[in-house]
């Protein structure tokens, strides 16, 4: 017999922590273990100075982790386990690949299995290099589906597999884990795809379409994801993105990029004054004009004749509405901005704390892979 009464009182759920490195930021999201409901956000931006150089951007991205996860630390309490990190561009490298594979093989594991590290062996093969040691982040089964061709239906159906993988540099990812490995115990990250995040977070709030473009605007690149039957079918990029956009605004104004960039945000705002809008158009046109040139080039490569695709633009900021402006010239087209709107019958606590996207895409990734 116990002389000690058996305490009722349960443990709180460990807390999901999830850093993002973005394009033109840094943050950590705190979700409640159970529900993933939002419980915290700390982001901190790059400063331009960064994006000089591979590696100052490196070695700036690093240390604004580690004051994230430091501040983090200071509110969650260092013994944490579940600790996520997502990598957009320039951190990682991504590949969607396509196999045949017969009806009567779909349901067996060890052929998925077996082609599932065929695509990932072909991914890192595909992206090696004497500079650096690839590490696989993701190796995903995106969808199986029915090939359609023009044979004898009672011949067996053939389908395709579709599958997603990415990698980075092993030494950069171990870069990446010191500062939140120091703040948690030593607890190493698991890494994932933050293209792959923001493809499924889109995916499932865009319902009334299957095909459509994203375009992650933030940074110095604009990536670029053709989804086909709510699957990701292509991965492209182009070497313009916002801050390339702020970077010509300077020159042309004198100001300095900083600046350039808080006026390229108060434009997605609606906050300067209409004329605004046409003398910044003014300014930046032959830049807009190599974006839009780039992007069609992409699509031509990819839609059918006057396809059209809708576009979705996602970015760290309001500064997306300004390239989401110009996207509506790819073509006649759709051209929608990724925020808390389109994303809202998805947000698992129906309450928004911020505008920002990231944050959203980090809890419903969580909600649906965690």
């Known amino acids: 017999?116990?002389?000690?009464?058996?305490?009722?009182?349960?443990?709180?759920p460990t807390p999901i922590i999830i850093f993002n490195l973005g394009g033109t930021s840094v943050s950590g999201l705190?979700?409640?273990?159970?529900n993933f409901d939002f419980k915290q956000e700390i982001k901190h931006e790059l400063p331009f100075a960064s994006y000089q150089n591979f590696a100052t951007l490196s070695a700036q991205t690093v240390e604004i982790l580690g004051k994230v996860a430091e501040q983090i630390r200071l509110t969650v309490g260092p013994n944490q386990k579940k600790i996520h990190c997502l990598?957009?561009?320039?951190?990682?490298?991504?590949?969607?690949?396509?196999?045949?594979?017969?009806e009567n093989k779909i349901k067996q594991k060890a052929t998925i299995d077996n082609i599932s590290a065929k695509a990932l062996a072909k991914h890192l093969e595909k992206n090696t290099s004497p500079a650096y040691d690839l590490?696989?982040?993701?190796?995903?089964?995106?969808?199986?589906?029915?090939?359609?061709?023009?044979?004898?239906?009672t011949a067996p159906t053939d389908n395709i597999?579709?599958?997603?993988?990415?990698?980075?540099?092993?030494?950069?990812l171990e870069t990446i884990s010191q500062p939140i490995a120091n703040s948690f115990g030593q607890t190493q990250p698991s890494f994932h795809s933050g293209l792959l995040a923001t493809f499924s977070a889109i995916n499932d709030a865009l319902t009334k379409y299957s095909d459509f473009v994203i375009l992650d605007i933030s940074g110095e690149i604009t990536d670029i994801i053709i989804v086909r039957h709510h699957t990701i079918a292509t991965i492209a990029s182009i070497p313009i993105g916002t801050y390339t956009v702020a970077r010509r605004l300077a020159k042309k104004t004198g100001q300095n990029v900083v600046s350039a960039y808080s006026s390229l945000k108060l434009l997605g705002e609606n906050i300067l004054q209409n004329h605004s809008h046409h003398d910044f158009d003014t300014l930046?046109?032959?830049?807009?004009q190599e974006w839009l040139y780039d992007l069609m080039t992409v699509?031509?490569?990819?839609?059918?004749k006057d396809e059209n695709l809708p576009l979705v633009v996602v970015g760290d900021d309001k500064s997306a509405t300004v390239l989401g402006d110009w996207a509506k010239f790819a073509g006649s087209r759709e051209s929608m901005i990724a925020d808390e709107e389109l994303l809202a019958d998805l947000y698992p606590s129906r309450r928004s704390p911020s505008r920002v996207t990231g944050h959203l895409v980090g809890q419903l990734f969580a909600q649906k892979y965690l």
């Open 299 to 304: 699509l031509n490569s990819y839609e059918t």
């Open 1 to 12: 017999m116990s002389w000690f009464k058996k305490s009722n009182t349960k443990e709180a």
């Open 161 to 172: 597999l579709h599958h997603f993988a990415s990698s980075s540099d092993k030494k950069l």
């Open 30 to 34: 705190v979700l409640d273990g159970t």
């Open 87 to 102: 990598v957009s561009s320039p951190w990682h490298m991504a590949d969607i690949s396509r196999y045949k594979i017969p």
């Open 284 to 288: 930046v046109a032959d830049v807009k």
């Open 135 to 153: 590490k696989p982040i993701d190796s995903v089964v995106m969808a199986i589906r029915e090939l359609v061709q023009d044979r004898d239906a």
